[in-house]
């Protein structure tokens, strides 16, 4: 079983930042994709940013230029960082860690953003 945690959800104003972090228990460098999701209330879940086993990252296009997917190996940990955020921004996230053999899920965290 891989322990998947996020953390560092809030609320925040339309144009501010916020960074995610999502703790894994199992070594990241051997896990094939890393990734954060978002649902919205009464939207599909979707996928956000992913980083994979060599480094490559991708983006859903409306984040694309605001927010940064990394990972540090060292402390099997992977960061969102959000930047000028939106309203449609608004969203549970989730962090995900997916390989041929397993696909484990966060619990979530919630990010609002409102004025």
């Known amino acids: 079983q891989v322990q998947v945690v996020e953390s560092g959800g809030g609320l925040v104003q339309p144009g501010g930042s916020l960074r995610l972090s999502c703790t894994v228990s199992k070594d990241i460098s051997t896990i094939y994709q890393m990734s954060w999701f978002r649902q919205a209330p009464g939207e599909e879940r979707e996928l956000v940013a992913a980083?994979?086993?060599?480094?490559?990252?991708h983006y859903l296009y409306s984040v694309e230029g605001r927010f940064t997917i990394s990972r540090d190996v060292t402390k099997n940990t992977v960061a969102l960082q959000m930047n000028d955020l939106k309203p449609d921004d608004t969203a549970i996230y989730y962090c995900?860690?997916?390989?041929?053999?397993?696909?484990?899920w966060g619990q979530g965290t919630q990010v609002t953003v409102s004025s």
């Open positions: 980083i994979f086993r060599g480094g490559t990252t």
């Open positions: 995900n860690a997916h390989n041929v053999d397993f696909d484990y």
